[in-house]
């Protein structure tokens, strides 16, 4: 098999003739090792190619070597498009992008926070020079390093010393970092917030963190989101006398520990505060209680070192419960549909921060940290995708000066099954959801919130 250049007189021929067609089948993947058209948030892959079948992928430090293939068009300059390359490898934990427009092949090599040249020829020379291209990126020679990888990991643990001879005996249970508290708000209903908030909990538990979610909304979605809600009659109601509304009624009682319940919609299992419709009717009497706005910092800084991560579900307005959450919490991520009543709504939410800060100053408490807007329940029709969805986002700042978050959430089938799970209790049928990542690992959905996951740990200071 060679290759022509002269053949490919676009990036659709570019992708089809030089990579699908020669180099994938040169280099040894096999069809169960290459993807085509990845999306991971605003980041769109042409190709990634693993050394090994990856079903489903994860791209971390326990991958097998990974590879992505970007094709350009003939006309393109690959000097535009290294910074992107760049950031995809970085991003995603990648060992090495190919870059090529047909007349041009380069090889990049993620070094660090950086990446290096490490091969390039024209494509006219790519015949002579396959074997140097497999010896660099070939299937088998990504395989032999990772093998190698790992002899020198085991014998770098074999030479640790043994935990058990250290002099500090409570060192094994020091937490590297304090308690991280993140609110997740939109005045905006029907945005993705509790969906965001039960597999992004998922997500960061599956990376180690231990995981309190509290749901704040009188409707409590993220109660019944994460399966506690086991009765179908109210006579049945086991939540109603233990909820997120005892906790914020009582100074002296109903901790947290005591109110939290494991729910195992994510494994391993992660704790919930549960809510309940009562909520809605207490809240003026809560308002008359001059504690009610400090009774959750005081309740979650009992249980700092017991959690690293504590995500509250926020109801879709401007009230008091909106105000609890927003007064406790270190950070605030803004799901959105990036619609037009959605990115109106973002004026309100900027307008509520502010209030919210100033009375943070008054108990002498620094200004919540904004984490971003999440671009949340997005359409994957292609030409919206392509067209519309980069304009909206780039709306977020240039109007209304906040963030951006570098993953995007889109709209799919796994998603919605997956907290559609019943199960049948004596006579009763009951929701039993379950998390994405759980669900079906090896679903593009679940990519999304992993790397959602990696990217809030990550602005928050608790790196993987």
């Known amino acids: 098999m060679s290759f022509n250049p002269e053949l490919c007189r676009n990036e659709s021929e570019v992708e089809s003739k030089l990579i699908v067609q020669y180099l994938l089948p040169q280099l040894g993947y096999t069809p169960d090792t290459w993807h085509q058209e990845i999306t991971f948030g605003k980041i769109r892959l042409d190709f990634l190619a693993f050394a090994a079948q990856a079903i489903p992928f994860v791209l971390d430090a326990n991958s097998p070597l990974s590879l992505v293939m970007e094709a350009k068009s003939p006309k393109q300059n690959l000097n535009n498009h290294v910074h992107r390359l760049k950031n995809y490898l970085i991003s995603l934990n990648v060992e090495y992008g190919l870059l090529t427009n047909g007349k041009e092949i380069r090889i990049y090599q993620k070094s660090q926070d950086d990446i290096q040249l490490v091969f390039q020829c024209a494509g006219k020379e790519l015949d002579h020079r396959i074997e140097e291209i497999k010896a660099l990126i070939g299937r088998d020679s990504l395989k032999e390093k990772k093998s190698t990888d790992n002899s020198e990991t085991q014998t770098t643990e074999k030479n640790k010393p043994n935990p058990q001879t250290i002099s500090d005996p409570s060192s094994e249970t020091k937490r590297q970092h304090s308690m991280k508290v993140i609110a997740v708000y939109h005045n905006k209903g029907g945005v993705g917030k509790t969906t965001t908030v039960v597999n992004l909990a998922a997500a960061i538990r599956k990376k180690g963190k231990k995981v309190l979610v509290v749901d704040l909304d009188s409707q409590a979605n993220t109660t019944f989101a994460t399966g506690l809600v086991k009765f179908d009659d109210e006579d049945l109601d086991d939540i109603k006398d233990s909820n997120i509304l005892q906790i914020l009624q009582s100074e002296e009682h109903f901790p947290i520990l005591e109110v939290a319940r494991k729910s195992n919609f994510s494994n391993p299992e992660i704790d919930v505060v549960p809510s309940h419709i009562d909520l809605m009717k207490n809240e003026q009497d809560l308002n008359r209680l001059d504690y009610s706005r400090l009774i959750l910092i005081e309740k979650l800084e009992q249980v700092k ?8 579900d926020t109801p879709p307005s401007l009230n008091l419960y909106a105000r609890i959450a927003l007064i406790a919490a270190d950070y605030l991520i803004i799901p959105s549909d990036l619609k037009p009543f959605a990115n109106q709504g973002l004026i309100n939410v900027k307008e509520f921060v502010k209030a919210v800060n100033g ?15 999440l671009a949340c329940k997005i359409s994957t029709n292609n030409q919206f995708v ?32 997956c907290s559609e799970n019943f199960q049948i209790l004596g006579n009763i049928e009951v929701a039993d959801p379950i998390s994405i990542l759980d ?19 990550q602005k928050i200071g608790m790196t993987t």
């Open 359 to 373: 009375f943070r100053k008054q108990i002498k408490k620094p200004s919540i940290e904004i984490i971003g807007v």
């Open 305 to 312: 070192d017991k959690y690293d991560v504590v995500l509250i």
């Open 439 to 457: 669900f079906k690992p090896s679903s593009t959905s679940a990519q999304e919130f992993e790397l959602l996951a990696k990217e809030v740990l």
């Open 386 to 417: 392509k067209h519309t969805l980069p304009k909206r986002i780039e709306k977020i700042p240039q109007r209304y000066g906040l963030n951006i978050m570098d993953t995007v959430i889109y709209e799919r089938d796994d998603l919605a099954k």
